[in-house]
């Protein structure tokens, strides 16, 4: 290891003893995109030891872990309980969201027909509530607009449903009677609008035109203020359309909104990231932190996979973990330790270590 290598390395762990950085949103999986067997993604344990060194060397305390947003009809389809037992020995460094299939699917297959029954609702209240006595400390990764990288076809699927869907807003309620966050992944669309022209995103299996869903967006953060909707992947902006006039309009609108922040410049926008090409912060993103403090947090995105190589057309989780550290080493210390763990440790009831 070179020496500016350890230099850095010592800085990161500095910053992490000092502000406890807990990472919201990062993932397990077993097998990689390319995997032909989905027995594959039934065993998380060298994932999990991947992720706790990655955790170690680059600073991070606590990581939330989460199944990935899924459809009803995604053959490679897992939720929390597949990876449960892989982070057991671990359990002062991890804690857990579920629902990326239990309940995302239900939400995206009855859009997709229209109908919502009674035996829908049970089985989605049942699935929710069950999930939080199993001890998840919130859910996710729900998807509202969900772009497929065609690269990895069924493991990454396009899925839609409008945010202020029926059992949406039956899971803010679900989520806010019992003070739990639920983590959305929406990519934005104020209207109507072409697919963007961005690297990876392929037709299909991603539609040609997208459907609006800021109004929609609205309904559903006005539905039940006791539900906090941690909107995810701020600063990876894929349309083009969330740039910081729009998060300023929706956070003073909505004070059950709150954002992660994920840095990495594939297929997002460069424009829409928070720091520019030498990894310096935009001053407009200091000044949205400074004047909504307690709305954001660390949300690195990590797939975290202790068995097989993802290739290059994924950021490799060390990296994503990597860039919000040096974000955090550029704030004043106050507004760092709100970000990297403050918010997080109120919004999700973690314990410190």
């Known amino acids: 290891m070179h020496a500016v290598q350890i230099v850095f390395l010592m800085m990161v762990s500095t910053l992490a003893r000092a502000v406890g950085v807990i990472d919201t949103h990062a993932h397990l999986v077993a097998g990689g995109p390319g995997s032909v067997r989905a027995d594959y993604f039934k065993d998380f344990t060298a994932s999990a030891r991947k992720a706790i060194e990655i955790m170690d060397q680059q600073g991070i305390q606590t990581t939330l872990i989460m199944p990935t947003p899924q459809r009803h009809d995604n053959w490679n389809r897992y939720d929390y ?62 998807a509202a607009e969900h772009f497929g990288l065609g690269k990895f076809g069924a493991f990454h699927s396009y899925q839609s449903a409008p945010p ?54 609205e309904r559903l953060l006005s539905h039940n203020r006791g539900a906090k909707i941690i909107w995810v992947h701020a600063g990876w902006d894929v349309t083009g359309t969330r740039d910081i006039p729009t998060m300023r309009r929706l956070l003073k609108r909505h004070p059950n909104l709150y954002m992660s922040l994920k840095l990495t ?53 060390a990296g994503l973990v990597e860039m919000p550290m040096q974000l955090l080493r550029q704030l004043p210390e106050d507004l760092a330790s709100k970000i990297g763990h403050e918010n997080a440790r109120r919004l999700y009831k973690l314990g410190r270590t």
């Open 81 to 142: 309980a597949e990876f449960l037992a892989a982070l057991r020995p671990y359990h002062d460094r991890f804690a857990f969201l579920g629902g990326g299939a239990l309940l995302n699917s239900l939400i995206l297959k009855s859009a997709e027909t229209g109908q919502v029954s009674d035996e829908d609702r049970k089985l989605f209240t049942d699935n929710a509530e069950m999930i939080l006595r199993d001890g998840a400390v919130g859910f996710g990764e729900m």
């Open 265 to 317: 410049a594939r297929v997002g926008v460069p424009k829409s990231r928070p720091v520019d090409g030498d990894g310096r912060i935009k001053e407009a993103w200091v000044d949205l932190f400074k004047d909504f403090p307690d709305r954001f947090m660390v949300g690195t995105d990590a797939f975290y996979d202790g068995g097989n190589d993802w290739g290059p057309a994924l950021t490799p989780a």
């Open 164 to 217: 202020d869907h029926e059992l949406f807003l039956l899971l803010a309620d679900i989520a806010a009677s019992h003070d739990v966050p639920i983590d959305l992944h929406m990519e934005l669309i104020p209207e109507d609008m072409p697919l963007p022209d961005r690297p990876g995103l392929r037709k299909p299996p991603n539609p040609d035109k997208l459907r609006a869903n800021l109004a929609a967006f």
